[in-house]
Protein backbone atom coordinates (compact mmCIF):
# COMPACT_ATOMS: atom_id res chain seq x y z
CA UNK A 1 0.00 0.00 0.00
CA UNK A 2 1.54 3.14 -1.26
CA UNK A 3 1.76 6.62 1.28
CA UNK A 4 -0.98 8.58 -0.86
CA UNK A 5 -3.58 5.48 0.11
CA UNK A 6 -2.55 4.95 3.49
CA UNK A 7 -2.86 8.69 3.90
CA UNK A 8 -6.58 9.07 2.77
CA UNK A 9 -7.32 5.66 5.21
CA UNK A 10 -6.04 7.73 8.04
CA UNK A 11 -9.12 7.63 10.18
CA UNK A 12 -8.67 11.26 11.20
CA UNK A 13 -8.50 12.08 7.12
CA UNK A 14 -11.14 10.29 6.70
CA UNK A 15 -12.98 11.95 9.64
CA UNK A 16 -11.83 15.65 8.16
CA UNK A 17 -13.01 14.14 4.53
CA UNK A 18 -16.40 13.51 5.76
CA UNK A 19 -16.57 16.65 7.58
CA UNK A 20 -16.02 18.55 4.54
CA UNK A 21 -18.89 16.67 2.40
CA UNK A 22 -21.16 17.11 4.39
CA UNK A 23 -20.65 20.84 5.40
CA UNK A 24 -21.24 21.18 1.26
CA UNK A 25 -24.12 19.08 1.23
CA UNK A 26 -25.17 21.44 4.16
CA UNK A 27 -24.66 24.76 1.81
CA UNK A 28 -25.88 23.11 -1.38
CA UNK A 29 -29.18 22.03 -0.16
CA UNK A 30 -31.53 25.30 1.06
CA UNK A 31 -30.16 26.18 -2.87
CA UNK A 32 -31.78 22.88 -4.38
CA UNK A 33 -34.99 23.42 -2.17
CA UNK A 34 -35.36 26.60 -3.01
CA UNK A 35 -34.92 26.32 -6.83
CA UNK A 36 -36.97 22.88 -6.69
CA UNK A 37 -40.20 25.41 -5.15
CA UNK A 38 -39.02 27.59 -8.27
CA UNK A 39 -40.12 25.06 -10.74
CA UNK A 40 -42.71 23.77 -9.01
CA UNK A 41 -44.05 27.84 -9.11
CA UNK A 42 -43.13 28.12 -12.93
CA UNK A 43 -45.19 24.94 -13.90
CA UNK A 44 -48.35 26.00 -12.37
CA UNK A 45 -47.74 29.40 -13.63
CA UNK A 46 -47.72 27.91 -17.20
CA UNK A 47 -51.01 25.86 -16.41
CA UNK A 48 -52.22 28.52 -15.31
CA UNK A 49 -50.92 31.12 -18.56
CA UNK A 50 -52.55 28.28 -20.61
CA UNK A 51 -55.82 28.63 -18.80
CA UNK A 52 -56.16 31.80 -19.12
CA UNK A 53 -55.40 32.09 -22.61
CA UNK A 54 -58.04 29.33 -23.65
CA UNK A 55 -60.84 31.33 -21.46
CA UNK A 56 -59.60 34.79 -23.28
CA UNK A 57 -59.97 33.03 -26.57
CA UNK A 58 -63.37 31.89 -25.75
CA UNK A 59 -64.87 34.81 -23.82
CA UNK A 60 -63.40 36.76 -27.10
CA UNK A 61 -65.13 34.22 -28.84
CA UNK A 62 -68.69 34.65 -27.37
CA UNK A 63 -68.17 38.53 -27.67
CA UNK A 64 -68.04 38.35 -31.07
CA UNK A 65 -71.02 35.75 -31.61
CA UNK A 66 -73.54 37.92 -29.07
CA UNK A 67 -76.47 39.39 -30.99
CA UNK A 68 -76.78 36.57 -33.96
CA UNK A 69 -80.24 35.79 -35.18
CA UNK A 70 -81.25 39.46 -33.95
CA UNK A 71 -83.33 40.18 -37.70
CA UNK A 72 -85.29 36.68 -37.22
CA UNK A 73 -88.41 36.55 -35.05
CA UNK A 74 -87.85 38.37 -32.15
CA UNK A 75 -89.44 35.86 -29.58
CA UNK A 76 -87.32 32.71 -30.94
CA UNK A 77 -84.00 34.47 -31.15
CA UNK A 78 -84.55 35.78 -27.48
CA UNK A 79 -85.30 32.28 -26.30
CA UNK A 80 -82.81 30.65 -28.14
CA UNK A 81 -80.15 33.18 -27.22
CA UNK A 82 -80.87 32.97 -23.63
CA UNK A 83 -80.86 28.98 -23.68
CA UNK A 84 -77.11 29.32 -25.76
CA UNK A 85 -75.70 32.20 -23.33
CA UNK A 86 -76.76 29.74 -20.39
CA UNK A 87 -74.99 26.77 -21.58
CA UNK A 88 -71.82 29.16 -22.18
CA UNK A 89 -71.85 30.92 -19.13
CA UNK A 90 -71.97 27.45 -17.41
CA UNK A 91 -69.05 26.54 -19.26
CA UNK A 92 -67.30 29.83 -18.80
CA UNK A 93 -67.95 29.17 -15.26
CA UNK A 94 -66.61 25.72 -14.99
CA UNK A 95 -63.33 26.99 -16.56
CA UNK A 96 -63.14 30.02 -14.50
CA UNK A 97 -63.33 27.41 -11.36
CA UNK A 98 -60.32 25.21 -12.72
CA UNK A 99 -58.29 28.69 -12.67
CA UNK A 100 -58.05 28.42 -8.98
CA UNK A 101 -57.13 24.90 -9.19
CA UNK A 102 -54.34 22.72 -10.27
CA UNK A 103 -54.54 20.12 -12.50
CA UNK A 104 -53.58 16.26 -12.03
CA UNK A 105 -53.74 13.95 -14.65
CA UNK A 106 -53.70 10.61 -12.72
CA UNK A 107 -56.72 11.99 -11.58
CA UNK A 108 -58.38 12.97 -14.89
CA UNK A 109 -57.30 9.14 -16.28
CA UNK A 110 -58.53 7.31 -13.01
CA UNK A 111 -61.80 9.03 -12.88
CA UNK A 112 -62.72 8.84 -16.52
CA UNK A 113 -62.46 4.90 -16.15
CA UNK A 114 -66.52 4.69 -15.14
CA UNK A 115 -67.28 6.54 -18.11
CA UNK A 116 -65.06 5.25 -20.76
CA UNK A 117 -63.71 2.32 -22.21
CA UNK A 118 -59.68 2.19 -22.35
CA UNK A 119 -58.83 -0.86 -23.97
CA UNK A 120 -58.36 0.09 -27.74
CA UNK A 121 -60.40 2.89 -27.98
CA UNK A 122 -59.88 5.81 -30.01
CA UNK A 123 -62.02 7.82 -27.66
CA UNK A 124 -59.60 7.34 -24.51
CA UNK A 125 -56.89 8.24 -26.88
CA UNK A 126 -58.11 11.67 -27.61
CA UNK A 127 -59.06 12.13 -23.94
CA UNK A 128 -55.61 11.42 -23.37
CA UNK A 129 -53.99 14.03 -25.55
CA UNK A 130 -56.24 16.61 -24.19
CA UNK A 131 -55.39 15.47 -20.52
CA UNK A 132 -51.49 15.49 -21.48
CA UNK A 133 -52.03 18.69 -22.77
CA UNK A 134 -52.07 19.88 -19.00
CA UNK A 135 -56.22 19.90 -19.37
CA UNK A 136 -56.61 21.52 -22.41
CA UNK A 137 -55.75 20.93 -25.83
CA UNK A 138 -56.55 22.17 -29.75
CA UNK A 139 -57.36 20.13 -32.24
CA UNK A 140 -54.29 20.56 -33.66
CA UNK A 141 -52.67 19.57 -30.48
CA UNK A 142 -54.75 16.33 -30.17
CA UNK A 143 -53.27 15.53 -33.79
CA UNK A 144 -49.85 16.06 -32.92
CA UNK A 145 -50.46 13.58 -29.84
CA UNK A 146 -52.32 10.60 -31.87
CA UNK A 147 -49.42 11.02 -35.02
CA UNK A 148 -46.63 11.15 -31.67
CA UNK A 149 -47.99 7.81 -30.55
CA UNK A 150 -48.70 6.42 -33.52
CA UNK A 151 -52.55 5.81 -32.93
CA UNK A 152 -54.77 3.95 -35.56
CA UNK A 153 -57.68 4.82 -36.86
CA UNK A 154 -60.23 1.72 -36.07
CA UNK A 155 -61.52 0.86 -39.48
CA UNK A 156 -58.45 1.64 -42.00
CA UNK A 157 -55.58 1.00 -39.42
CA UNK A 158 -53.77 4.20 -40.50
CA UNK A 159 -52.21 6.52 -38.78
CA UNK A 160 -53.36 10.24 -38.38
CA UNK A 161 -51.12 12.00 -40.81
CA UNK A 162 -53.35 12.52 -43.35
CA UNK A 163 -56.35 13.21 -41.65
CA UNK A 164 -58.43 16.44 -41.38
CA UNK A 165 -58.80 18.41 -38.15
CA UNK A 166 -62.43 18.48 -38.33
CA UNK A 167 -63.01 14.30 -38.12
CA UNK A 168 -60.72 14.63 -34.95
CA UNK A 169 -62.87 17.66 -33.52
CA UNK A 170 -65.86 15.74 -34.13
CA UNK A 171 -64.30 12.95 -32.13
CA UNK A 172 -63.44 15.13 -29.07
CA UNK A 173 -67.20 16.33 -29.78
CA UNK A 174 -68.48 13.52 -28.79
CA UNK A 175 -66.65 13.57 -25.78
CA UNK A 176 -68.52 16.68 -24.85
CA UNK A 177 -71.60 15.61 -25.42
CA UNK A 178 -70.65 12.60 -23.11
CA UNK A 179 -69.50 15.69 -20.48
CA UNK A 180 -66.06 13.95 -20.30
CA UNK A 181 -64.64 17.35 -22.28
CA UNK A 182 -66.05 21.02 -22.26
CA UNK A 183 -65.18 23.03 -25.22
CA UNK A 184 -65.89 27.06 -25.26
CA UNK A 185 -64.36 27.84 -28.07
CA UNK A 186 -64.40 25.61 -31.53
CA UNK A 187 -60.95 23.26 -31.76
CA UNK A 188 -60.11 23.72 -27.80
CA UNK A 189 -61.50 21.35 -25.61
CA UNK A 190 -60.65 20.74 -21.76
CA UNK A 191 -61.38 17.86 -19.90
CA UNK A 192 -64.09 17.69 -16.92
CA UNK A 193 -62.17 15.67 -14.73
CA UNK A 194 -58.63 15.34 -12.68
CA UNK A 195 -58.96 19.68 -11.20
CA UNK A 196 -57.92 20.09 -7.71
CA UNK A 197 -57.95 22.74 -5.04
CA UNK A 198 -54.65 23.63 -4.87
CA UNK A 199 -53.31 23.54 -1.27
Same mark, same amino acid.
Given at each position: ???E ?5 D ?5 N?LK??E????K?K?E ?13 ? /????? @?? $? ?5 ? !? ?5 ? *? %? ?5 I ?8 NTS ?8 T ?9 I????LN??? /??L?? @?? $?L????? !? ?5 ? *? %? ?10 I ?5 Q ?7 E??E ?9 Y???K ?5 L??G??S ?9
Amino acid at each position: MDIETQSILDPSRLENLLKEAESELSKIKPEIEYLEECVKKIHAL /KEKEH @KL $NSLIISL !KSIQGTS *G %TNINTDINNSYIQTQNTSSKQLNKIDTIYQNERKIFIPEVALNDVK /KSLRT @KN $NLNYEIY !KAVVFNT *G %TATTEQIKEYLIKHKIKQPKTQKGFENTELKEISSRANYLVRKNLLISLTPGVFSTVYGWQEAD
